[in-house]
């Protein structure tokens, strides 16, 4: 049932530069920036509608239906279903003081891994049941998304390394809960006390996170992309889940005007120019892109998942600013892609970026200047592409060179070892070996491919 909600309180914001946010044309501290306003948008609420919709459901579970083993949303579900993470036979693993970061003063070692390994099960499991209607799959992530609402307490380091696991499995979890809202067997109750969780351990410390910038003083600039675009995720997956329309508007008005590394106008600092090759309509450097490829790489995914969230919540935040972030993954995909074993260009085009440089205020003195495409994790593979590719393209409809580079990244996950097996998700080797399997949603071939 779709449901709408319209907020009208206005939200307000300075559109002014940190210190660490350099003048885009001639690299001086721009401290004029004008006042933008940013207005309330409708939000409207359609179950399952996080990071995966009904839509996408219904073609899969066709595609399932048919079972054509040549069919790569086909391939895709027996990936999941062959997935250590969504089999029925995994139980609940609480930890009552989640860690992660420096454990001193906490009482506890480091132990985040395990959340990381559950809210990505809590996922696979309410996905696998939702294309497969075995109630078996959704009984399992029922009583891991209870256990931890009863037995989780709280998340803490002695570092903000604590606000990454926010991120990633705070957005996890909520679209968990999103996936299985509708199974019967989660009663009112179970689901209010897993709402209530979500608000008091979760959701408070994402938006502190982000009002705050990790407290890092003046310095808003000072933590990464991927940190805020983790935390935003997170919020609005709750938003959703909640039915919250204020928390969307939130993200919103991050996205548009806010003053961290989450804002488009700071995780894309610099305007998008043509592709130098030609195969691109536009291209841009993000962020990370001179910091490593594998942040370079996880910011596509948060940011594609981020776009998804706002798209079925009605925001478009795949089109602000002139398709700004498409852009972004373009740049990244280009300078990492090797759709037949080798990378597809030598050189790219940068401008210099300076990262909290001296004097920004926050007084951490591990600044950087950047001035070349980082080639440190060069080729690093994470999930996304099939996504950004079935909106661009099939969705709404853009031309094809728009998503050049995306649509030979989205090509080369489809396979493993040369073998049809889609792009999976939480737990796939191809992006790490610990958190880093973990910090995005993924299964994008299952829920998104439309054809190439």
Excluded at 75 to 86: G, I, M, N, T, V
Excluded at 142 to 168: E, H, P
Excluded at 228 to 239: D, R, V
């Amino acid at each position: 049932m779709n449901k709408l909600i319209t907020i009208t309180a206005a939200f307000a914001l300075i559109l002014g530069a940190s210190a660490c946010n350099k003048n885009l044309q001639h690299g001086v501290t721009d401290l004029t920036l004008p006042e933008k306003k940013v207005e309330p948008v409708e939000v409207t609420f359609q179950h399952p509608g996080a990071y995966v919709n009904a839509t996408d459901l219904n073609r899969a579970r066709a595609a399932v239906a048919v079972a054509d083993a040549t069919d790569p949303v086909y391939a895709s579900w027996q990936s999941l279903c062959k997935s250590p993470w969504a089999q029925e036979t995994i139980q609940p693993n609480v930890l009552e003081t989640v860690v992660r970061g420096d454990a001193t003063g906490t009482g506890t070692t480091e132990n985040y891994i395990i959340c990381c390994e559950q809210a990505g099960a809590a996922f696979q499991l309410a996905l696998r049941w939702q294309i497969s209607g075995d109630a078996k799959y959704a009984e399992a992530a029922r009583a891991i998304l209870n256990g931890w609402a009863n037995g989780c307490k709280r998340i803490t380091a002695n570092d903000n390394n604590q606000y990454l696991l926010v991120g990633f499995q705070g957005h996890t979890f909520a679209n968990a809960a999103e996936l299985l809202r509708s199974y019967e067997g989660w009663t009112a109750s179970e689901q209010d006390k897993f709402k209530s969780w979500l608000r008091t351990v979760w959701l408070s410390k994402a938006q502190w996170f982000i009002d705050n910038h990790g407290g890092s003083g003046v310095c808003n600039l000072h933590y990464w992309s991927n940190w805020e675009l983790a935390n935003l995720s997170a919020i609005m997956a709750i938003g959703i889940y909640l039915d919250d329309a204020e928390l969307v508007n939130y993200v919103n008005k991050e996205w548009l005007a806010g003053k961290g590394s989450g804002a488009l106008k700071n995780f894309v600092p610099y305007n998008p120019i043509a592709d130098p090759s030609g195969h691109s309509a536009a291209i841009a450097q993000h962020m990370e892109s001179g910091r490593d490829q594998g942040h370079a790489t996880l910011c596509v995914s948060m940011a594609a998942e981020l776009c998804r969230m706002a798209q079925n919540a009605g925001l478009d935040f795949w089109g602000t600013d002139n398709d700004r972030v498409l852009a972004a993954f373009e740049y990244t995909a280009k300078y990492n892609v090797k759709p037949e074993g080798t990378f597809i260009t030598t050189s790219m085009p940068f401008t210099r970026y300076e990262y909290c440089p001296a004097g920004c205020g926050c007084g951490s003195g591990h600044g950087a200047t950047h001035t070349v495409v980082s080639a440190d994790g060069r080729g690093k593979v994470r999930p996304g592409w099939e996504l950004i590719y079935a909106h661009y393209i099939k969705e709404a409809g853009r031309a094809a060179n728009t998503c050049y580079y995306t649509r030979l990244f989205a090509g080369q996950l489809r396979y493993t070892d040369g073998v049809l097996t889609g792009d999976g998700g939480a737990g796939d080797s191809r992006y790490g070996t610990t958190n880093a399997a973990f910090d995005q949603l993924g299964w994008g071939t299952l829920l998104f491919y439309q054809g190439e």
